[in-house]
């Protein structure tokens, strides 16, 4: 893939930040647009900007073909049937409608990893008080161990919820196996799929997930848009934990009657510019290959890891070989504060990454970490040039801070 023919697509590339070019390395936290995904969007709120399935006109209908479509499109990106998508604000509303549908009850149990995202864990904490126990897999390599997960597992275990890749370590858990465990268990299984589907190829069947959630806003697609996949049957037996227009086939002062998945979880007056604008985001995706987005990431990644052995005092978090950690490198330096970096090559380079906790508090805080880490996240706009800047922009700011 030519990543360079690639940036001419992301307007937001062709800008200077502090007089230098913009080198983009925060894409864990938020990708960049290119301008198919903003087209499709001003296409909708210039030329049909109306609602769907409420109305009989022209521009209402239009919308309903789109949103049908857009529908279709992400859920061929994961393998799966259009009945099982529901769209949502993100991935945290994804897990949250599953933690709140599902009918946990006291007694039953919820198994987690040890690096989870904020909105894999409070949602279990939140449970916990009304008597779901969670249970934690934890791992000192920040590795699957399937010795301890097995230990987790019981006759209570209701549900497994693992991040699929973790956005702190960029660590990919091997699903199959999860799941196969679980479900031999009699569990259901879920994965936080926010940082793998918008970097290589995912199918719902061959994962072995019983749902899954992911976010627009991570795979070039508009923010305030994601995605929950769940198997039909399950669907159906859920219960939506939010009610309203949109949700009912009819209404009495006293009944409702609720329409089949996944409507019946689409609540309200739906984001269809950013279904639409998520679909013109997968369409981009498989144009160019998620295996060759995949591999193009590692390759940089493998740069970067052995740029910065030399730094002293750095320290790579999660598995030290790059292919393990896909195109995510968190890192903490002796003696320096993860913010200081982060700014210094901001205002230095132009150089964009994340410092702090990146919302997996838990760990940082179990690890006595207070400060977290930075991190540098890369996607399929990133170039070796700009991975070799990286490298030497780093190791001027650790020599000169410290």
């Known amino acids: 893939m030519d990543a360079k023919k690639i940036r001419e697509d992301f307007p937001v590339l062709q800008q200077k930040i502090k007089g230098k070019q913009l080198i983009y390395f925060d894409s864990a936290c938020m990708s960049l647009r290119p301008k198919q995904v903003i087209a499709a969007m001003n296409e909708y709120y210039e030329q049909y900007p109306a609602c769907a399935g409420r109305s009989i006109h022209s521009l209402s209908q239009r919308v309903d073909e789109e949103y049908r479509k857009a529908r279709e499109v992400v859920a061929k990106f994961i393998g799966a049937k259009p009945e099982e998508i529901v769209f949502t604000r993100n991935t945290t509303e994804g897990i949250n409608l599953v933690a709140y549908s599902l009918g946990l009850k006291e007694g039953d149990a919820v198994v987690t990893s040890d690096i989870e995202h904020n909105s894999n864990l409070l949602p279990w904490q939140a449970l916990f008080k009304k008597g779901v126990e969670h249970r934690i897999v934890f791992s000192g390599n920040m590795q699957f161990d399937e010795n301890n997960f097995r230990k987790a597992m019981g006759s209570s275990v209701k549900l497994v919820s693992f991040v ?107 984001n269809y510019a950013g279904a639409i604008g998520l679909a013109a985001a997968v369409k981009y995706l498989e144009k160019v290959g998620m295996n060759d987005i995949e591999k193009h990431e590692e390759k940089l990644n493998e740069i970067i890891t052995d740029g910065i052995a030399g730094i002293n005092g750095l320290k790579i978090i999660g598995p030290q070989p790059a292919k393990l950690r896909g195109g995510i490198i968190s890192f903490v330096v002796d003696g320096l504060n993860p913010h200081d970096i982060a700014m210094a090559l901001d205002s230095t380079a132009g150089i964009a990454i994340r410092s702090g906790a990146h919302c997996v508090h838990s760990w940082f805080n179990a690890n006595n970490m207070p400060r977290g880490s930075a991190r540098a996240s890369l996607y399929l706009y990133n170039t070796e040039e700009e991975a070799k800047i990286f490298i030497g922009k780093l190791r001027e700011i650790c020599n000169t801070l410290r």
């Not at 196996?177 to 190829?201: E, R, T």
């Not at 061959?206 to 049957?233: E, N, T």
């Not at 159906?236 to 998945?261: C, I, M, Q, R, W």
């Open 164 to 270: 699929h890749t973790s956005n702190l370590s960029g660590y990919t858990f091997p699903a199959e196996k999860i799941a196969k465990i679980a479900h031999d268990n009699g569990s259901l299984v879920m994965f936080d799929c926010a940082q793998s589907v918008p970097h290589k190829q995912i199918d719902v069947h061959k994962l072995g997930a019983d749902f899954i959630a992911f976010s627009g806003h991570k795979m070039l697609g508009p923010s305030g848009m994601g995605v929950l996949y769940g198997k039909k049957d399950l669907l159906e037996e859920l219960n939506p934990f939010l009610l309203g227009g949109d949700t009912v086939a009819n209404s009495t002062y006293e009944t409702h009657e609720l329409l089949k998945p996944p409507e019946k979880f689409e609540a309200g007056l739906q």
